[in-house]
C-alpha cells in the first residue's frame, strides 16, 4: 500500500526560503499534493503536481519532483510568518481507489 | 457556497455517552470522507463514502458508525464514547473517482474530549 514520510518539524527565520521534504512509496500513476493547515482550521490544497511532471511554479510556491528517488519537496520562496502552519504531503494513486494517503504534517515555524 | 460545514465545533462528552457529529457539503461531490486527527499522527481516514449509498471502513473505523444520509450529508457516529476517542474530527468532500485530481475540500473541523 501507499506510505508518505515527512519530517515534523521545520523552523526557518522570515525572509528566508523554507524547503519542506516528503518520500512517497507508490509507483504508477500519481497526483501528488501539499495540503495547508493553519491553526485551527481544516486543510485547504496549496498545489499538486501529477507524477509525469518533473516541477510546477505558482508565484512562491516551487514543487519538484524526484520520480527515482519517490521525492517530493515544496520550496516556499521569501517566507513570511503568515506562512507558519502545518503543511501536509498526500498522493492519490489514480489507477486505484482514488483515497489520498496523507504523511503526518510537517510543523513550519517562521521567526522574526 | 459554504463549502463544507460541520457541527457541532467543540463537544465534551463522558466515557460512555453516544452523540453524532453532522457534516454537509453544497458543492454537488460525490465523495466524502471522515478523518480524525491527532498530535503527531497527522490525518487517519475513519469512513469514506465514494458515492451516495455506498460507505466502506478507512484505517481507523473501531468505534464507530456512519451514514450518507444523502448525496448532501455524510454523519458520524460513537455509540459509547472513550478517552481514546479524543480528537479533532475533519469531514472532506471531493469529486470523487473520475475527476481530474480529486482535490479535497474540508470542514473547519469538532473538537471532542472524551472525559
Known sequence: GEDVEQSLF??????DSSVINC????????YLYWYKQE?????????YIFSNMDMKQDQRLTVLLNKKDKHLSLRIADTQ????????CAEIDV????IPTFGRGTSLIVHP | NAGVTQTPKFQVLKTGQSMTLQCAQDMNHNSMYWYRQDPGM????????????TTDKGEVPNG?????????????????????QTSVYFCASSEGTGSSYN???FGPGTRLTVL
Do not use: C
Open chain 2, 64 to 84: 464507530y458508525n456512519v451514514s450518507r444520509l444523502n448525496k448532501r450529508e455524510f454523519s458520524l457516529r460513537l455509540e459509547s464514547a472513550a478517552p481514546s
Open chain 1, 81 to 88: 510568518t503568515g506562512d507558519s502552519a502545518i503543511y501536509f
Open chain 1, 39 to 47: 491553526p485551527g482550521a481544516g486543510l485547504q490544497l496549496l498545489t
Open chain 1, 95 to 98: 489507477g486505484g481507489s482514488y
Open chain 2, 103 to 105: 482535490e479535497q475540500f
Open chain 1, 23 to 30: 518520500t512517497y512509496t507508490d509507483s504508477s500513476s500519481t
Open chain 2, 42 to 53: 497527522g490525518l487517519r481516514l475513519i469512513y469514506y463514502s465514494a458515492s451516495e449509498g
Open chain 1, 10 to 15: 521545520l523552523s526557518v527565520r522570515e525572509g
